[in-house]
Antibody
Framework: QVQLQQSGPGLVKPSQTLSLTCAISGDSVSSNGAAWNWIRQSPSRGLEWLGRTYYRSKWYNDYAVSVIGRITINPDTSRNQFSLHLNSVIPEDTAVYYC??????????????WGQGTLVTVSS | QSALTQPPSASGSPGQSVTISCTGTSSDVGGYNYVSWYQQYPGKAPKLMISEVSKRPSGVPDRFSGSKSGNTASLAVSGLQAEDEADYYC??????????FGAGTKVTVL
């Protein structure tokens, strides 16, 4: 059974960096058969895919156009986890952030396991 | 602004059927067979109900089915049960390694 456990602060000041971690059990961040995603949800923006990291003989990252330039997703193979870093945050980045797995060799956008969600508020 | 269009609400009596639409464009829904549907209860993470237009993951009741015609995908729920009352979201691959979601449909069991 795959489990994703999120951790990170729930309050970030404007202009600072939002950082969250997603620890994986029951699968491997280095799996050739999965992609590891970050998705957020807010009343104003709904569900929004942010980006992913995955390993296919080498590491790949894809990011949503809306956050390109501000986002980094990093795998940590030693701890079997992956992280989200979103810099220069603004109040509109306030949302519940989820990590999620997309299984399969071909990434399909079928997110079958999700973290518990972390409410991150951007406020001074 | 969500990229995929869903009706804000849908309802039905227990035992009846309800169908939710998800309309995109030829650049997302119409261009790929990578439409997924999610069920979400308040305060909980979304749960995958349908993948790749019509595939049902293990454990999802066969009362849930998915289909697609052109730029519109649909989720049908037959034999409505009280536990089906939730928010439902569609998503689609949108090319260029991006994914988009709908704004969600609140299903009420009358």
């Amino acid at each position: 059974q795959v489990q994703l456990q999120q951790s990170g602060p729930g309050l970030v000041k404007p202009s600072q960096t939002l950082s969250l971690t997603c620890a994986i059990s029951g699968d491997s961040v280095s799996s050739n058969g999965a992609a590891w995603n970050w998705i957020r949800q807010s009343p104003s923006r709904g569900l929004e895919w942010l980006g992913r990291t995955y390993y296919r003989s080498k590491w790949y990252n894809d990011y949503a156009v809306s956050v390109i330039g501000r986002i980094t997703i990093n795998p940590d193979t030693s701890r079997n986890q992956f992280s989200l870093h979103l810099n220069s945050v603004i109040p509109e980045d306030t949302a519940v952030y989820y990590c999620a797995r997309d299984p399969g060799i071909s990434v399909t956008g079928a997110f079958d396991y999700w973290g518990q969600g972390t409410l991150v508020t951007v406020s001074s | 602004q969500s990229a995929l269009t869903q009706p804000p609400s849908a309802s039905g009596s227990p035992g009846q059927s309800v169908t939710i639409s998800c309309t995109g464009t030829s650049s997302d829904v119409g261009g790929y067979n990578y439409v997924s549907w999610y069920q979400q209860y308040p305060g909980k993470a979304p749960k995958l109900m349908i993948s790749e237009v019509s595939k049902r993951p293990s454990g999802v009741p066969d009362r849930f089915s998915g289909s697609k015609s052109g730029n519109t995908a649909s989720l049908a729920v037959s034999g409505l049960q009280a536990e089906d009352e939730a928010d439902y979201y569609c998503s689609s691959y949108a090319g260029n390694s991006n994914f988009v979601f709908g704004a969600g449909t609140k299903v009420t069991v009358l």
